[in-house]
């Protein structure tokens, strides 16, 4: 299904004395004989260096840190790892294909990244290397010092009257137009509107091709919304089962909700001649003031109603005492 249910975790390396160790933390679902699945951990020690290089392995207890871990444990009714696991979205292009994520740069972009950091080169070797020169013989030189940065002093002629001036024309504007060029790919590449690295000055488009670019960019961010979602869906469930486990809260039922808005799309003078109209249909009775705080506000139904200015506090089903009172009254003939 795309998710990961299993995996390795590398701890940091912890110093005993003068030697070097790192536990690798495995877990994994395994078919039970009877049926269903477990959840198992387990835990190794090895030797290892500052860098965390992986060595010969070790018991448990030689490490102080690790002492009376048990090796392997097992977990039932667990649905889910007790990791999260955040995958952008994308292949890597490593071959044979790996579900692994990377990072949305990688692949050619990040040959991309190393175009863009010599063409930078480039463009500021190109001022360093056109700055203004004088070059003039050394026995023209006066008693006075003079900037050694403009003027460069030197047995040129041999006469003492030799002067020249060195002011090459700068090539700066086809050397920045490069860059841009590659920074253009590389939004391209990764997805996103041309102008969010490149110079929005630079980028010269029509209607149609500003729509296509923030389009390109919205479905990139929806897709690693989706994936980050995901994770953090793990995330919280992980989460809920280690206090289940250990008995820091009580076993119950939780809700996760995300909103991300419409992010590069959304226009803040439509959304505000968008907020006029509904506020106008409220007005006129169009629209009811529950459904304007459910749009607006991200409310459900329920509490878009409890919130609105002068409504009751009570519940939709009254406390049993206070149901009792109410049914009292309506045999007894009295008002509520």
């Not at 679902?29 to 835990?43: A, N, S």
């Not at 009376?68 to 999260?84: D, T």
């Not at 700068?170 to 690295?197: A, C, K, W």
């Not at 390109?216 to 979602?229: D, G, K, N, P, S």
Request: proline share 6%.
């Amino acid at each position: 299904t795309g998710r990961a249910v299993g995996g390795v975790f590398q701890s940091r390396p912890v110093r005993q004395g003068a030697q070097w160790f790192l536990k690798l933390e495995y877990h994994d679902f395994l078919p039970r004989k009877e049926g269903g699945r477990t959840y198992v951990v387990e835990h190794r020690a090895f030797r290892s260096s500052a860098e965390g290089a992986v060595g010969a392995e070790v018991p448990l207890d030689a490490v102080e840190a690790w002492r009376g871990l048990p090796r392997r444990a097992g977990i039932a009714h667990l649905e889910g790892p007790l990791f999260a696991w955040f995958r952008p979205p994308g292949g890597n292009g490593l071959e044979p294909a790996s579900p692994l994520g990377v990072s949305v740069y990688a692949g050619p972009t990040a040959d991309l990244l190393r175009q863009a950091d010599r063409q930078w080169e480039q463009l500021l070797w190109e001022y360093r290397s056109g700055e203004r020169k004088i070059f003039a013989d050394d026995t023209a030189k006066g008693p006075e010092a003079l900037d050694d940065r403009l003027f460069l002093f030197g047995p040129f002629s041999g006469g003492g009257d030799f002067f020249r001036e060195f002011s090459p024309a700068f090539r700066d504007e086809p050397l920045y137009r490069g860059f841009q060029h590659i920074l253009q790919r590389m939004e391209f590449n990764v997805g996103l509107s041309y102008g969010t690295l490149s110079d929005p000055q630079s980028v010269e488009k029509t209607a149609t091709e500003v729509l296509a670019a923030r389009h390109r960019q919205y479905v990139t961010e929806r897709a690693i919304q989706r994936a980050l979602e995901t994770a953090l869906d793990g995330l919280v469930y992980a989460m809920d089962a280690l206090c289940t486990l250990e008995g820091l809260a009580p076993a119950g039922v939780y809700q996760t909700e995300s909103r991300w808005g419409d992010g590069v799309l959304d226009d803040p003078d439509t959304r505000r001649q968008d907020l006029a109209l509904d506020l106008q249909q409220v007005a006129a009775g169009l629209m009811n003031d529950w459904e304007f705080r459910m749009k607006w506000y991200g409310e459900d139904e329920k509490t878009a109603r409890r919130m609105l200015p002068g409504a009751a506090d009570l519940a939709e089903e009254p406390p049993a005492e206070i149901g009792a009172l109410l049914a009292r009254g309506m045999r007894e003939g009295g008002g509520a």
